[in-house]
């Protein structure tokens, strides 16, 4: 068949990566399907989408706020995003959005709705934002299907289903740990710690790091770390690691993730949806820092499922170095010692490895517009 599936939702890394793991599948299972990503104007969207060679078209939209001129602003932006959206809807005529949730796939779903076009809306964090509560409220029975890649105890009903966490390809191993380590310019018979912030970064992650690498360089000996910081701070971190004697790499962003996943033996990362996913299906024990300024503290729930089957630990992020350092940092030191826990975290983890969701998805996507 052919047709267009239009993906909504952008802002961050999170949003947009299970959007292009279906997208990949859409591909592998039918190559005459189309797809087109409306996403945010922020810088990380275009960086991602470009380097994925995926179509996409910005769209205004911004968060809500309460504050008066921001109030102001949110209702302009998105209702000049749903006339965006709308006038896109009319002249390319798509079978189905997937809305991927976050401020941008409001205004699209509102678009949707009045263009007629069926909706499914992909709910990827417990609980569930306002955003993609607004738009579940907005779906049309027997037409739209709200899906969730996470459980959603607080909230039955919320969604039909749930079907995992959609992963893109090049965020899996495909290699040994070896050949994944030589290909990042590490060494490959060294044990490696991946630490990542995810897409942005995580600031009191690399401060951590940089305290821990500091004042604890002997504990690293037998280990290599590859640390993605975000933009801004490669060069502060770097020189921590140079200044310890602690050997490692350092740098902004990594595409191609599966090599960063298997090359590594433990992880130290946020616990953003698609992180926590990326880990289970490479089976890598991590030690997760939810970021701490969500007031619904999903991220913590995110790893929650895997602190459980004893494959992860979560420890709260207190954004001071100097604390992180006595609470955040035993537990990454004393995993760095004890390579049995590690192994047992690990199988764990190979143990419940979750379903390829993308690939149930996308199958799914094709079943209805193909029926539609």
């Known amino acids: 068949m052919s047709g267009l599936i239009v993906f909504a939702g952008g802002g961050s890394g999170g949003h947009l990566s299970p959007g292009l793991a279906v ?20 810088p990380i969207d275009a960086t991602m989408l470009t380097e994925a060679g995926a179509a996409y078209e910005p769209i205004t939209a911004s968060g809500l706020s309460v ?7 949110f209702v302009l932006d998105n ?13 390319d005529r ?13 205004p699209i779903v509102a678009a949707a709705r009045r263009t007629g076009v069926a909706v499914t809306l992909m709910n990827l964090d417990n609980p569930p934002g306002k955003a993609n509560r607004w738009m579940a409220r907005r779906c049309v029975p027997g037409r739209d299907e709200v899906l969730s890649a996470v459980p959603l105890p607080d ?7 749930v079907i995992g966490m959609p992963v893109r390809r090049r965020a899996l191993a495909v290699d040994d740990a070896a ?15 991946l630490v990542t912030g995810a897409s942005q970064g995580a600031g009191s992650i690399n401060d951590l790091m940089a305290h821990l690498v500091s004042h604890h360089a002997e504990r690293f000996a037998d280990w290599q770390v590859y640390h993605l910081t975000g933009s801004g701070a490669v060069d502060r971190v770097r020189a921590a690691y140079e200044n310890a004697g602690v050997a490692g790499r350092v740098e902004a962003f990594e595409h191609d993730m599966g090599r960063a996943w298997g090359a590594a033996d433990l992880a130290v990362s946020r616990a953003g949806a698609s992180s926590v996913a990326e880990a289970a299906s490479n089976a890598v024990p991590a030690v997760f820092l939810p970021y701490p300024h969500h007031r619904d503290a999903h991220q913590r729930r995110n790893a929650e499922p895997l602190e459980r089957i004893g494959g992860a630990v979560i420890v ?9 350092a006595e609470t955040v940092g035993p537990a990454v030191l004393n995993l760095l010692d004890d390579g049995a826990t590690l ?18 998805l996308a199958g799914r996507l094709l079943e209805q517009t193909a029926s539609g």
Do not use: H
């Not at 192994?343 to 149930?360: F, G, I, S, T, Y």
């Open 23 to 42: 997208a990949e599948r859409l591909a592998e299972q039918d190559p005459t399907v189309r797809t087109l990503f409306l996403c945010s104007q922020r």
């Open 67 to 73: 504050r008066p001129g921001r109030l102001a602003r």
């Open 79 to 91: 209702r000049r995003g749903r006339r965006e959206a709308e006038r896109i809807m009319a002249a």
């Open 94 to 106: 798509p079978d189905r959005v997937v809305a991927l949730g976050g401020f941008v796939a409001a």
């Open 155 to 161: 909230f039955p009903g919320f969604a039909s289903e």
């Open 179 to 193: 050949s994944c380590r030589s290909s990042l310019g590490l060494d490959p018979q060294r044990r490696t710690l």
């Open 316 to 324: 709260e992020d207190a954004v001071d170095p100097a604390v992180n």
């Open 343 to 360: 192994e047992r975290m690990k199988q764990a983890l190979r143990a419940n490895r979750p379903p390829d969701a993308a690939a149930v």
